[in-house]
């Protein structure tokens, strides 16, 4: 008999991520998704299967985090064996907007899971996995953090999640549910959400390369991120709900790098060299360099002129800071030790932060080239802005 599970948040990164893994593995996926007045499946497109098919192993249900009936109804009728809640408003800086909701989601959302499970008499069958986060560790105790490091969340996002963390181990220990905490540190991919800092960063260098853009704006570029790919952190969360006992684990890679280096290692991918004047608010990076061969390469040697033009002009600042980015309270510096999951569950992560980089700036600079061949043949494109 196939494991059934069910994924909530299957439309996001790591949950596309997620479903895809599982499936291959033989699972019957089931996942909640979200109503939109547009398609928001993209990132599961691939391995979507149309209602008609007989004998699906991947099967969408409408839901939301904030309908206990809804959620209660689709667990009783998918019999879960594992849940992954996976679920959230994932962004801080927008969970400083939208506070009531972020908790009503991120925070409660959890506890109506665990209810469900409880209530509908699934303690013995259904494993649950609650997607925490570094974030819970906000003004950092201690370096680096580890499972016993104690909690400072600095966000409405991490204060909610503060709550799911809680109240997971507080089911577990109440009713002896299977009911685990990741707490992963930021995790990232080609498939990362457009306004997080990295695929803002990789979105960008690749537009200014193709000379579809000239400048970007950031925010604090000396917070420091322990920053993996997202397929290493997924395989994670399966481990997680394969032990016989429930547990808490952090999920990272040991090294943390400023979000100012994560552009320097950006442009570098690509055979730009950058530096950085001024400071704070007045902070700007500058294209210095370009190495010709890796450009070429990675680019496309038909691009080079361009760009070269634009450095002789003396028109080399392409990143300027945007005070509009900063968050009321920042977290400066994560950075975790996964100690405890290398030696319990075996995680071993694949890839390094370079190897993430370079995922990422390849399918980056593909998507805008493509952009550039509808323009070429006359199609209108899409702009998306922040
Ligand atoms: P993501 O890309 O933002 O995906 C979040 C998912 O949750 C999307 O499918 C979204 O639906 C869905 N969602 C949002 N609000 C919902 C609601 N009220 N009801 C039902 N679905 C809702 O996030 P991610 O990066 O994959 O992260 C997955 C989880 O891990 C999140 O809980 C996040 O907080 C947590 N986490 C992430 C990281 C990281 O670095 N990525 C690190 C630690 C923890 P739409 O597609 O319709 O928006
Ligand atoms: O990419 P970020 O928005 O990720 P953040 O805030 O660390 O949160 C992510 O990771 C958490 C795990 O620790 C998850 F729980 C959470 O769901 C999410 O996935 O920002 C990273 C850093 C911050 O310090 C921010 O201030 O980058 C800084 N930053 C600088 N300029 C920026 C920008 N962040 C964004 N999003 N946009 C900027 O322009």
């Not at 691939?46 to 309908?67: A, C, K, M, S």
């Not at 000379?211 to 970007?216: A, E, K, P, S, V």
């Not at 943390?256 to 055979?271: A, D, N, P, Q």
Request: with cysteine.
């Amino acid at each position: 008999m196939s494991k059934v599970a069910l994924i909530t948040g299957v439309t996001g990164q790591d949950g596309a991520y997620l479903a895809e893994y599982l499936l291959k593995k033989g699972y019957i996926v089931h996942g909640i998704k979200r109503r939109a007045s547009l398609f928001n499946t993209d990132r599961i497109d691939h391995i979507y299967q149309d209602p008609h098919v007989e004998n699906r192993n991947f099967i969408l249900h409408y839901g939301d985090l904030t309908d206990s009936m809804n959620l209660t109804r689709i667990i009783q009728e998918v019999q879960p064996d594992e849940i992954y809640n996976l679920a959230a408003m994932s962004h801080v800086k927008v969970s400083f907007d939208t506070p009531e909701y972020t908790g009503n989601s991120d925070g409660l959302g959890t506890l109506r899971i665990l209810e469900a499970v409880r209530l509908l008499g699934l303690i013995e069958k259904s494993k649950i996995y609650q997607a925490s986060t570094s974030e819970l560790y906000g003004l950092a105790q201690e370096v680096p953090q580890t499972e016993k490091t104690p909690f400072y969340p600095r966000s409405p996002y991490g204060v909610a999640k503060l709550y799911a963390y809680w109240i997971t181990v507080n089911y577990r220990e109440a009713y002896g549910m299977h009911a685990s905490n990741g707490i992963l540190f930021n995790h990232e991919s080609p498939i990362r959400g457009e306004t997080f800092v990295t695929r803002k960063i990789t979105r960008a260098v690749s537009r200014i390369a193709l000379g579809m853009q000239d400048r970007f704006y950031l925010g604090n570029l000396s917070a420091q991120r322990d920053w993996g790919h997202a397929k290493d952190y997924i395989r994670a969360m399966y481990l997680i709900l394969q032990q016989d006992e429930p547990d808490d684990y952090v999920i990272a890679t040991g090294i943390t790098t400023t979000i100012r280096e994560m552009v320097e290692k950006s442009c570098r991918e690509i055979g730009l060299h950058v530096g950085f004047k001024g400071k704070g608010e007045e902070e700007k990076g500058m294209i210095i360099d370009i190495d010709g061969n890796i450009f070429g390469k990675q680019v496309g040697d038909e691009f080079i002129g361009l760009l070269k033009k634009r450095i002789e002009k003396d028109k080399n600042i392409f990143l300027e800071v945007d005070p509009k980015y900063f968050r009321p309270t920042e977290v400066d510096l994560l950075i975790g030790d996964a100690t405890k999951a290398r030696e319990k569950l075996g995680w071993i992560p694949e890839y390094d932060l370079d190897g993430l980089i370079t995922d990422m700036m390849a399918s980056d600079i593909l998507l805008m080239k493509k952009d550039i061949y509808l323009r070429n043949g006359g199609h209108k494109t899409l702009n998306y802005f922040e």
